[in-house]
């Protein structure tokens, strides 16, 4: 039995790993500070998780020295989930994201030497960190005249004459995109992302210098149930379920093309897992399901699980800083930590359908918001 901390334990993914390790008996406390744009009026969500799994529970903020040393006392490894998750956002609450995530890592950090250096020094042994597939900015290509190839990012005239897809930077030709492995460097698209990047590079540095293994996943899309719908930043699954479940049309960026993996919680959760088993070794692994899709097909999934008929609003929109295609090759998780995903996106859409029909639809206001706020920065068209 370990004793693990998880921070952002009270959110979409920490909910369920604290259940998961609560489970197999491990003893699990959450450290979260109940982000009102998360837990919005039930801020008390996580309660039900903490009687649930039957965990402690502590409200605070990662970017607090106190609430990290006394979060830290007795435990045996960290998972730090705990983050502001709008990529759009990110670019215009700039500071707020980097006091969250860059700082609160830091904190974090600071803690964890804080206590390795107390005369009898019981520091955590082990450290995972929530990283993500938006450190990679464009996945991996082939230019059939080039070979493997970088991608340029798109510019905004090319985003606004509907050029979608992003030339070779060698020859300007055209590219068939390929999974992205760890290897592809990384060049993150926004603010969020840069975030990310350095969280997981920071926590990195840090376990090497001090022998603490360290283990990044770089989630690529997770949903599930109880990923919040009236979020209006969260990932594409829980907006296009709120608003078919609105009676409104779902709104498709560019022309629906995009390639993205879709992961379920549960592989999500598995992963976590296994980054905590002594044997995993440092580093950072793509967290996905290999499998991937279009935007335009998931849409369609979508509404055939929920039993609603697709209406499609398409209107050439473009986000500035969306990546056309990030697709996820996971074989060095599968090598070095026994991942495996196991749930299908058509077995996952149906458990995600199963939960909402227990939850009351979101206010049909809010789903037009994050939008609307894109366009009031000039990030969006
Ligand atoms: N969900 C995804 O598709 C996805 C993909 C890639 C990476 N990730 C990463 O996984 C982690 C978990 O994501 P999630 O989907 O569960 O998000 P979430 O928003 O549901 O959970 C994050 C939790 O962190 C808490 N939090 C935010 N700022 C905090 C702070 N300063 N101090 C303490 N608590 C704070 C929030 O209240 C929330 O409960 C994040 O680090 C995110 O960047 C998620
Ligand atoms: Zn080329």
Known sequence: MAYILITGGAGFLGGHLAERLASRGDRVRLLDNLSPQVHGSRGLEALPIALRCDCEFRRGDVTSPSALDRALAGVDAVVHLAAAVGVGQ?????????RSNLQGTAELLQAILRRRQRPRGEAPRRLVIASSMSVYGEGCYRCPRCGPAAAAPRSREQLAKGEWEPPCRQCGGQLT?????????????????????????????????????????????????????????????????????????LLLFEDGEQRRDFVSVHDAVGACLAALADATPAGAYNIASGETITIRRLAAAVAEALHRPLRLAEGRRYRIGDVRHCMADISRARRAMAYEPRVSLSAGLAELTGWL????????????????????????G
């Not at 990110?90 to 980097?98: L, P, V």
């Not at 360290?214 to 709120?242: D, H, K, M, S, W």
């Not at 939850?359 to 894109?374: K, V």
Request: with cysteine.
């Open 177 to 249: 995109p390929l999974p992205t492995s760890e290897a592809k460097a990384a060049e993150p698209h926004s603010i969020y992302a840069v975030t990310k990047l350095a969280q997981e590079q920071m926590a990195l540095n840090f376990g090497r210098a001090y022998e603490i293994p360290v283990v990044a996943l770089r989630f690529f899309n997770i949903y599930g149930p109880r990923q919040a719908l009236e979020n209006p930043y969260t990932g594409v699954v829980a907006i296009f379920c709120a608003r078919l479940r609105a009676g409104q049309p």
């Open 90 to 98: 990110s670019m215009y609450r700039i500071a707020e994201y980097c």
């Open 357 to 380: 029909d227990s939850q009351a639809p979101p206010a049909g206001e809010i789903l037009g918001l994050a939008n609307q706020e894109l366009r009031a920065f000039g990030l969006g």
